[in-house]
């Protein structure tokens, strides 16, 4: 267990804060540690009828390259996990869901932020209209099931929260032989 001994947020914007400062650990060694402060992000994984699923591909300058990806967002303040869910699923790729489902809780990177996000699967979807943020580029891309499945195992699928939800559907339309 690791305690804050001192700690303070050196840095606070829109979307995270850094924190630094001076923790103790169990056998009372002192040690520096930085965190950043995230309020959470919500995705999405949208599966239509005919089992193909959708997803958005864009750029993310963090690792400077497109990314194929869920549907996702930051949590905003006042709404549940479920309620951004649906917000970003019909902003992002113009669709309403039917049943939002929660698939997973995951800790993205949990070394160094605080970040929790919910990732859902979204079924029964009506098509709405696209409605994007004005910074957002995005590209949707649908596919079958499968062959989402086979760029996980070709390493093609980067994101986190992407491969989380696709391992999660798979586990519910195949699973595994007892």
Not at 11 to 27: F, H, M
Not at 42 to 70: K, M, N, T
Not at 81 to 100: D, S
Not at 127 to 149: G, H, S, Y
Request: charged residues 30%; glycine residues 6%; negative net charge.
């Amino acid at each position: 267990m690791e305690r804050w001994i001192n700690s303070e947020v050196v840095y606070r914007g829109p979307i995270v804060s850094l924190r630094k400062g001076e923790a103790e650990l169990d056998d009372g060694t002192r040690v520096h540690r930085e965190v950043v402060e995230h309020a959470g992000g919500v995705a999405v994984l949208p599966e239509l009828s005919d089992g193909r699923i959708v997803l958005v591909r864009q750029y993310r300058i963090a690792v400077q390259q497109d990314l194929l990806e869920i549907p996702a967002g930051r949590l905003e303040s006042g709404e549940t996990p479920a309620e951004r869910a649906a917000c970003e699923l019909e902003e992002e790729v113009g669709y309403r869901a039917g049943r939002l489902e929660l698939l997973s809780e995951c800790l993205p990177s949990p070394g160094f932020t605080d970040q929790k996000d919910y990732i859902y699967l979204a079924t029964d979807l009506t098509k709405t209209a696209q409605n994007l943020e004005f910074d957002e580029r995005i590209e949707v891309v649908t596919m079958p099931l499968d062959e989402a499945w086979a760029m996980v195992s070709r390493g093609e699928l980067q994101d986190a929260k992407t491969l989380i939800a696709v391992y999660a559907l798979m586990a519910l339309r195949q699973p595994l032989a007892r």
